[in-house]
């Protein structure tokens, strides 16, 4: 067993090492990557031969976590790990982002990526490991890729950036983004910010490549010590005399096309395939036939290059916009009564239909993976069914493209939600038309929403996404502000910006050139700082701030604080009383322990419910007062007196000659069980906190009535040690009240008292 390991030195000293040689050998590549308790094993295999007419790249990147990692058992009746998370999808699309553009454009083999969590501990985080041990196993096996990468995490703690920082110092960090490089480029940026600004960001990004670069050089060293070569194949023939004859017949046609500047993108698209069917029809029925899926390929190329030279030359895109120009935006909240909030945002042929719902704690998303557990109050899910596109097929649910776009706008709206809601927040975007930029519609509707639910944002959040248009080398570029969809899908970089006019909340950038320089991203960024305050000023025109009050059919919510000790008492045996309060007021009532106090919200759709709620809980939790006055209900009757309920739960003695002024003989005579009587609270007792209680206190006094002085409390004088007394013996029966003591015996054997 050769087993070959390469170290990686962060610059607080923690030690990443990658090990192969070890595990999964049947593996076109495999590596071990640790870093402290945190284990992942990255595996490659590739198919030796691409499908027939594949003419594209087909890989799987999956990132998947072992819940015996940290030593838990997964959940569920199976108690196995099941269907990837949405975490775990969000992370094999980081991966997946960086690697996908560095494989050669004419390799179609199936490759499959497996990034599996093993081991962990809680201040390794594993996610900013996965594209470096993904990037390892590719570059020790003969998979033929333009690599290698890595991945790392960058933050800012207290004005510092962090590379990988430990999960506890992560909490503190006001940037945190996650970036993917090559040696030589950038290849992809996500994350999230505290209203950071354009330089703030670059920096964090080239503080990110540097750490990178030694990485990629430490894999170099992997995968020169292993020593596999690289694979040859050919996964494509090509046919130069048709390739040509196509570019010399069909370019300037599709130039004109693009030229028109429709900006529908369906005409623009049957125009354009026009072109393609018109030579298509010029070659001979045998040719159209074997030659179709080479001519679809070769006039692909045509089209892209026919749209980018019409860009980089003339300025002018194919909606006939000018670089920085935003496409026409209409804004109309409020337009659906039923949620507690709603949107629509159109920009262009992109359209996104927006609701908020108000929730309580109940309604808390709970998060249970391997490494990951809590709750999560603010909620967004991102829907893009396939009319939005003019496609006729059925939904089949939420692809990795939903989790991710969701989980871009989810990231640029939550720093804007007041950590003191008490309120859970679910946003849903349904796209009901896209060409470009949905997930930015998204953002921009979701902030309409939630500002139309009367949700207080601290501020309005928009977002754009730009696009790049190079040449070779990039002598010549063109930055596009609210890139279309053919934009993107031509285009060199689809960078997404989001913020509020004070700093950025959220990004995501995949770069597909290489030698994108940090003046070209700095271009870009400042451009879409000025696209997202074009949009910021129809957002604030259209709803300039949060509504003041909730929509009358919304839940409200009243917080109440109380003491810990006074949880059970509201709380009741096996959750009687508050059971009880539930189903009288019709409020929901959610209880959570936070230190020493106790947080009741009480939720309802009305006034009334919350009013009876919180008086049946106000009346529990209230505390004795010395002086106050109470009515009460008699709960018992004793011979020395009564024992009067005067809050839930808190009972008083009222001794009887607290009663009245005048001699009560029996308690009985004035008062029985379930009477309502008024008393005053005289003392609690500091020892016992037992309670004292007076009616007469209340009642006029007689005339001439003189108080009897109490007696004295204070310390007993010292009686000396006290001698031990006998047993008594035989005392026999005892003598009812008024009986004479009977005559002592005249016996001179009888026991002394003493």
Known sequence: MNVIEKTITLADGRVITLETGKLAKQADGAVMVKMGNTMLLATVVSAQDAGPDVDFMPLSVDYKEKFASV????????????????????????????LRPLFPDDYHAETFVQVTLYSADEESMPDALAGLAASAAIAVSDVPFHGPISEVRVARINGEFVINPTASALKNADLDIMVGATYENIMMVEGEMNEV??????????????AIKEQCLVQKELAAAVGKEKRTYCHEVN?????????????????????????????????????????LASLSEEEQETKKNLVARYYHDVEKEAMRRMILDEGVRLDGRTTEQIRPIWCEVGYLPGPHGSSIFTRGETQSLSTVTLGTKLDEKLIDEATIQGKERFLLHYNFPPFSTGEAKASRGVGRREIGHGNLAFRALKPMI????????????????????????TVCAGTLALMDAGVPMKKPVTGIAMGLITDKGCAKYAVLSDILGDEDHLGDMDFKVTGTRDGITATQMDIKVDGLSYEIMEQALEQAKRGRMHIMDIITETMPAPREDLKPHAPRIVTVTIDK???????????????????????????EEVGNKGIVDVAATNKESIDLALARIRAIVAKPEVGEVYDGVVKSIMPFGAFVEILPGKDGLLHVSEIDYKRIEKVEDVLKEGDRIQVKLLEVDPKTGKLRLSHKALLPKPEGWTERPERSRGERPERGERRERPMRHDRGERREHGESRPEKPEDDNQESAD
């Not at 600004?197 to 540097?210: G, T, V, W, Y």
Request: aromatic share 8%; proline share 3%; charged share 30%.
């Open 71 to 98: 030593g838990r058992f997964p959940g569920g009746f199976t108690r196995r790990e099941g269907k990837s998370s949405d975490y775990e999808i969000l992370v094999s699309r980081l991966v997946d982002r960086a």
């Open 418 to 441: 007041p950590q003191d809601f008490p309120y859970t927040i679910r946003v849903v975007s349904d796209i009901l038309e896209s060409n470009g930029s949905s997930s930015m519609a």
């Open 197 to 210: 600004s354009e330089k703030e960001m670059l920096d964090a990004i080239k503080f990110a490549h540097a």
């Open 565 to 591: 000790d006074q949880i059970g008492a509201l709380i009741g045996p096996g959750g009687k009383i508050i059971q009880d309060i539930q189903e009288k007021s019709g409020a929901t009532i959610n209880i």
């Open 239 to 279: 046919d130069e005399e048709l390739r040509k004859d196509i570019w010399d017949k069909c370019y300037q046609k599709a130039y004109d096309v693009a030229r028109q500047c429709n900006a529908n993108k369906h005409l623009r698209g049957e125009l354009l395939d026009g072109v393609r069917a018109e030579y």
